[in-house]
């Protein structure tokens, strides 16, 4: 599902320190990140969000839900940073491994854990309630017999 840019600026510095945002987004080495990086990060951290939340809601109800929820828009900017930091090929460890790469992982699985809760509700809401869930016990039938036994030698028997 195609979506705007759903998170800023200052929710990557709530994930990793300004300083190291400038410094996975700086190109031309002056210091500052660069904006050009910073939007197409963002933006595709949003659409991989929409891929992740694809089929639980409609674009403008994910919208919305982003703009309340900071949970959300942390786990976006999780996965934005980690594509931050998967930008050059010299950042990788020799296991081929990015900075930054379990937090990307890790807002990936919030989001993908948030959409199967939802999804899981709504099929729950459509099929209704467990009809076994709601049993009787029937308690007008006096007390309880039992039979005699060598463990029970009187027969009676309670809850």
């Not at 705007?4 to 080495?29: C, K, N, W």
């Not at 990140?33 to 639980?56: K, Q």
């Amino acid at each position: 599902m195609p979506l705007p840019t759903l998170i800023s600026r200052a929710d990557l510095d709530v994930v990793i320190s300004p300083s190291d945002v400038d410094g996975y987004a700086d190109d031309d080495s002056d210091g500052v990140g660069d904006a050009p990086v910073l939007d197409a990060i963002m933006a595709a951290a949003s659409t991989r969000a929409g891929e992740l939340l694809s089929g639980w809601k409609s674009v403008d109800d994910v919208i919305q839900l982003v703009a309340i929820d900071h949970g959300l828009r942390f786990a976006i900017a999780q996965i934005a940073v980690g594509m931050l930091a998967r930008r050059r090929k010299e950042w990788a460890n020799e296991k081929g491994e990015y900075p930054l790469d379990s937090t990307l992982r890790m807002g990936e699985a919030t989001l993908k854990g948030i959409a199967k809760a939802e999804r899981e509700t709504i099929a729950q809401e459509a099929v209704g309630s467990n009809v076994l869930s709601h049993t009787y016990v029937n308690t007008s039938s006096g007390a309880p017999m039992f039979g005699r036994s060598s463990t029970n030698p009187t027969g009676r028997g309670g809850f």
